[in-house]
């Protein structure tokens, strides 16, 4: 099994992650070459939202599913027509199904999503997860002309623009990775949420059915850190006191007042 399951079931546990940084001789200094993801519960899969919308009929829908968002959006991005890309990135922050699949640099957000969008009365109902995955090792599964756009301009993820220069279309990105690759991808600052929660996107080749499946069979550094269901309420108040909530990681008045709610949330025992 090359995906490494990790349990965390005490506070001290959780340094465990937090702590994992590389030391890079180039910069002379400590990096994380890892991204994070979280979930409330252990038994969901890492699929996305286009597959969990659209199911079988995802990749003949996806066309029509970002044209008829660009024809709506354009008012608000004329050059969306430009690029599939820009039009798949403003859709996945805007709600719609798209093949991306959210990341953080930051492995605190990771944990807030871990241990928050569920019902408050049942964050010890169920184990949180947070998945770890290597940014390098990703990058050396892909072909060779995406790894020479990455050396040329010294990065480690892609931009728009940089996979612009690379593939415009689909169908090309789909043929080129196959079931074998898949590409990270560094979104554009549309808006503060992009910021405050330090995020990444996976674009998910057409041939990968299950991105997990994907993971075990072409990685060795993926982890998956299990959280004990009986940790997540002590978690969810440390992570309150450090300031990673709503209110910070989606700014504006949806985010404060799910703080509020959570904040002020009475359980049916304190009734």
Known sequence: M????????TIDDITIFLKRREYDPDIKGYRAP???????????????????????????????????FTKYAMINDPALSESKWRQMIMGQHHGLPTRILDWSYSSLVA????????????????????????????????????QEALRKEHAHL??????????????????????SAMLLLEP?????????????????????????????????????????????????????????NERMLFPGLDGTAKWIARHFYVSEENA
């Open 2 to 9: 090359n995906i490494k399951e990790q349990p965390i079931s």
């Open 188 to 244: 554009s600052s549309i808006d503060s949420r992009i910021v405050n929660q330090y995020s990444f996107f996976s674009l998910v080749p057409k041939n990968i059915a299950n991105v997990e499946e994907f993971l075990e069979n072409h990685t060795k550094h993926t982890t998956k850190y299990i959280i004990d269901k009986t940790l997540r309420r002590e978690l969810r108040e440390m992570l309150d006191q450090m300031n990673i």
């Open 34 to 68: 890892y991204l994070y993801r979280g979930l409330p519960n252990d038994t969901y899969r890492l699929t996305t939202t286009l597959s969990r919308n659209c199911k079988d009929k995802q990749h003949i829908l996806e066309e029509s599913i970002l044209r008829n």
């Open 111 to 146: 944990l807030h999503f871990a241990t928050s969008s569920e019902a408050t009365a049942d964050l010890d109902q169920h184990n949180g997860v947070v998945w770890e995955i290597d940014i390098e090792e990703l990058n050396h599964l892909l072909p060779e002309r995406y």
């Open 158 to 179: 892609f931009t728009v623009k940089m996979l612009e220069k690379v593939v415009q279309e689909l169908s090309q990105y789909d043929s080129d990775m196959r079931d």
